[in-house]
């Protein structure tokens, strides 16, 4: 078992990596990724240069169109959408960039119209939310997520709710999604919600993401997670109205991003890649978990696990999401699958 007698966050975090696991969740570079990387600089070159070429024409504008059909068809075994509804497409340097741009129209809107803007999260979810809000002065509001039938008496009209499905909470499909956006719509009807399909693409199971009702007001997606490509920045968002900060993108995207996410779209299917690395996520489990001590049960997104936390245990509270009896230790085993990918994996061996 790894010494995590750690007494710094700096120290934990090291001594957790070292055990083949993270409290930041950190994409993993696939062979895959790279692969594909690979074919897309080995296109024509000349064709690849003519990309950036010629500005003036207005060529690039429209070229990223074919980068969010492309996510839509991908996406399509696993998300219920309409584009129709969301005619506003906005590429992205991943998600970050546009949750951020998409608090801060809400924050505007609200002097405009004047009215107080408040953000609801799930206790647990994305860190992001809440540090873009507080960046914009927006106070935010945390829930347990078992609550969230009460939650909803609580939301006002003019409110917004920020959530990831599947869960950036515990990396699982929320299976009170469905019953939730139900409820949202009969009893909250005009309270907004900006739904954020980062792990869309990062679990094996069979699933069903409704992206269509009527209080999503956008839907962000990033390929940083299920692609491995966190450092090409390639994501986008769909939006029910005009992002005018968002406007420019039109304009100054990422090409050569935008190039390689569709070619990993079409090689590999939204179910393909957490599929053949599922043994490698039970493995990392088993190794990272033997190592701190924990009993890791595997989460849908294949990057990570949870455990029960144990009472007094530093490591535990490190790595701990969520509070009282919804507390849960999420694990990110990126640092041990690595390690097993890139060390020739051998069941049972220690890597």
Not at 244 to 262: D, I, V
Not at 290 to 302: A, C, I, R
Request: net charge neutral; with cysteine.
């Amino acid at each position: 078992m790894t010494n995590t007698n750690a007494t710094s966050p700096d120290d934990m975090k090291s001594a957790i990596i070292r055990a083949g696991g993270s409290k930041t969740i950190y994409a993993f570079v696939m062979p895959e990724t790279k692969a594909a990387f690979n074919a897309v600089l080995d296109l024509d070159r000349v064709a690849l240069h003519d990309m950036y070429d010629e500005a003036w024409t207005s060529k690039q504008d429209p070229m990223h169109r074919a980068f969010f059909e492309t996510w839509l068809n991908w996406s399509a075994p696993v998300v219920r959408m309409a584009p129709s509804a969301f005619p506003f497409t906005y590429p992205s340097a991943g998600a970050s960039e546009v949750l951020r741009e998409t608090i801060n129209a809400y924050g505007h809107r609200a002097r405009a119209e004047k009215f107080k803007p408040r953000i609801h999260v799930f206790e647990g979810e994305y860190e992001g939310y809440e540090a873009y809000a507080k960046a914009a002065n927006i106070p935010v509001v945390a829930h347990k997520r078992s609550e969230w039938r009460s939650i909803i008496e609580t939301l006002r009209p003019q409110d917004q709710v920020y959530l990831s499905q599947p869960s950036a909470l515990d990396g699982n499909i929320w299976e009170d999604y469905d019953p939730f956006m139900q409820v949202l719509a009969q009893k909250q009807p005009k309270t907004q919600v900006i739904l954020d399909l980062t792990y869309v693409g990062a679990v094996a199971r069979p699933y069903n993401i409704r992206a269509d009702y009527p209080n999503v007001e956008a839907v962000v997606f990033s390929l940083s997670k299920p692609m491995g490509v966190y450092y090409h920045r390639i994501g986008g968002l769909f939006s029910r109205t005009e992002m005018p900060s968002l406007y420019g993108n039109a304009w100054f995207k990422n090409l050569l991003a935008l190039k390689l996410g569709m070619e990993l779209m079409k090689k590999h299917t939204v179910h393909e890649l957490p599929k053949k690395y599922q043994v490698i996520q039970a493995e990392a489990a088993q190794r990272t978990g033997k190592n701190l001590g924990l009993n890791l049960k595997l989460s849908d997104v294949w990057l990570l696990a949870t455990a029960e936390p144990r009472a007094g245990n530093a490591v535990d509270q490190f790595l701990l999401r969520g509070s009282n009896d919804e507390a849960k230790v999420r694990l990110c085993l990126t640092p041990m699958i690595d390690r097993i990918i890139n060390t020739s994996f051998a069941p049972g061996a220690e890597p």
